[in-house]
């Protein structure tokens, strides 16, 4: 019976643990995010601060509702714009469309949703560590009838059904393949700096 009862108990926490897999949890803020750190030589903080900023420049769109994006390409077209900063950090306010059928493009028609997020930056001399963070997936649906929420979510936020509760699992998994792309961007182009310096 004991045995039976510890079942029961640890059975919600196996369940949990198997849809959170490949989820990568930041262990200190308790938040889905995606991070590392990037060692620059000879780069003041100010020299990275305005990379940061050069880099949101050139890889954010022009308007958030872009449905053109092409994973396959690693072309991942973001809205972004600053929302803090200070002597040795910076945040972005971040935004991308999860297309469903690619089969359409830049079609207004097209059923899509939007996950919001932020890419906060920390600076010290030679160095930089970029967190992608603070996944919020939003419904572009009226009806609301699949909206996921906070990444951290077990289950969906509107319908919680087991069909729902699996697409949410793959939605965050797909999301996060694709901000893959976006830390290997942010990567490269601070790294393309320090090259080209070099070069010089």
């Known amino acids: 019976m004991r045995k039976l009862l510890f079942l029961i108990a640890i059975l919600p926490v196996i369940i949990t643990a198997k849809a959170q897999e490949g989820i990568p949890i930041n262990p200190v803020t308790k938040l889905v995010s995606i991070s590392n750190v990037i060692e620059l030589n000879g780069k003041t903080v100010q020299a990275l601060k305005q990379t940061a900023a050069n880099f949101i420049t050139k890889n954010s769109v022009s308007s958030p509702l872009i449905y053109n994006f092409n994973v396959e390409k690693n072309k991942v077209p973001f809205f972004g714009i600053k929302i803090s900063e200070f002597d040795s950090s910076a945040s972005y306010a971040a935004m991308f469309v999860v297309a469903y059928d690619k089969t359409k493009s830049e079609n207004q028609d097209q059923k899509a949703d939007f996950i919001d997020f ?52 793959k939605l965050k998994i797909n999301t996060l393949s694709v901000i893959k792309l976006i830390a290997k961007d942010i990567e490269g182009y601070f790294r393309s700096t320090e090259k080209n310096e070099a070069d010089f």
């Open 118 to 169: 932020k890419i906060n930056f920390y600076f010290k001399a030679n160095k930089i560590k970029y967190d992608i963070t603070s996944f919020t997936h939003k419904s572009n649906d009226v009806r609301e009838e699949f909206r996921g929420g906070a990444f951290e979510n077990e289950k969906p936020e509107t319908n919680p059904s087991k069909k729902n509760i699996e697409k949410w699992n």
